[in-house]
């Protein structure tokens, strides 16, 4: 079955590394147990650059889908990427808009399945405090722990 929708956002968890005290999680989910894909970038890096990363790597989709995404990412150049790749973003405009647009407010309750997943992944001791100093370890256990959610 294709996906109807895709989720994204972003998780900041408390730590020093080379950009700060923090470290994002971006990731793209499909519903609340399922992720497609993810990075992690230092606290102080961009959402919205890491999210048009993560739609690329996507690639187009053969079938129109919702792409509901965090406040953050809600500027014209993944907007209109999204719609290039066969999305349909979902997102509310910011408040200073001259010109905000009208979406689906409905749809977008089903953002909270990526937080839910994000909920998840911290209710692993070792994602949440983050003991990990190599960035490959750490993904690696988000892995892990994604695929013990998948499993449950």
């Known amino acids: 079955e294709m996906l109807r929708s895709l989720v994204g956002s972003e998780m900041c968890i408390r730590d020093r590394s080379r950009g700060g005290w923090t470290t994002k999680l971006h990731m793209v989910a499909a519903n609340a147990e ?16 890491e999210g048009r990363r993560l739609l690329v790597q996507l690639g187009p989709m053969p079938a129109p889908c919702s792409l509901l995404m965090d ?17 349909t973003p ?3 405009p910011n408040p200073n808009r001259l010109k905000p647009w009208e979406y689906d407010k409905e749809l977008y ?21 983050r003991f990990d100093k190599l960035d490959v370890m750490f993904l690696a256990f988000v892995v892990f722990a994604l695929i013990v959610i998948a499993l449950k």
């Not at 406040?71 to 907007?79: D, H, I, L, S, V």
Request: hydrophobic share 35%; proline share 5%.
């Open 34 to 49: 399922c992720a497609l894909n993810f990075s992690l970038t230092p606290g102080n890096a961009g959402d919205a650059p």
């Open 109 to 129: 309750k089903r953002r909270n399945e990526v937080e839910r997943l994000f909920r998840r992944l911290k209710g692993f001791r070792r994602v949440f405090t």
């Open 90 to 92: 979902v997102v509310p």
């Open 71 to 87: 406040g953050a990412y809600e500027g014209n150049e993944t907007t209109r990427l999204g719609r290039e790749l066969g999305f």
